[in-house]
């Protein structure tokens, strides 16, 4: 990826939610085409919080509800669009599943199969969730830095 330094970075939020024990991704419709996490940019006067909870509802029609934040994503050539960077929130749905018409198609994956699916994941989605299930197998990699 060419960098050019008067682009926009962009903030997003992104999401590794549990409904009914799986993790609700999305089928992208446009390009770039594939599985991704619910997320997408920030808007001016919001929270990262606030764009991941409007985000989710958006693409998947879900509540989500927050339990913490997982981790920060900032490499320039994560996303073929241009530069972004991403915090990664971890949460719980409930409600009924809504597609975004043209736009998106909500999947539901249980983690134990999620080497059955890592291909097709875009941007660092396959990353992020990876890096997930290392930090619940193994506590202590999920520790602060000080």
């Keep these: 990826m060419k960098i050019n330094k008067k682009e926009k970075i962009e903030c997003c939020a992104d ?26 940019r920030l808007d001016v006067g919001e929270s990262l919080e606030q764009c991941a909870v409007r985000e989710f509802k958006e693409e998947t029609g879900l509540n989500l509800s927050l339990d913490r934040q997982f981790k920060t994503y900032s490499k320039p050539n ?6 972004k960077v991403s915090t990664v929130f971890i949460g719980k749905a409930k409600g009924l599943i809504k597609n975004e018409v043209g ?12 080497n059955n699916f890592k291909r097709k994941f ?6 992020i969730l990876e890096d997930y ?7 202590k990699r999920n520790k602060v830095i000080e």
């Design 122 to 127: 875009v941007f660092d989605h396959a990353q």
């Design 15 to 40: 999401i590794i939610a549990f409904y009914k024990s799986k993790v609700v991704v999305v089928e992208r419709l446009s390009f770039p085409k594939g599985l991704a996490l619910v997320g997408g």
């Design 103 to 114: 736009k998106t198609k909500v999947l539901l994956i249980e983690l134990k199969n999620f």
């Design 133 to 139: 299930l290392k930090s619940i197998n193994n506590p």
């Design 78 to 83: 994560r996303d073929p669009r241009g530069q």
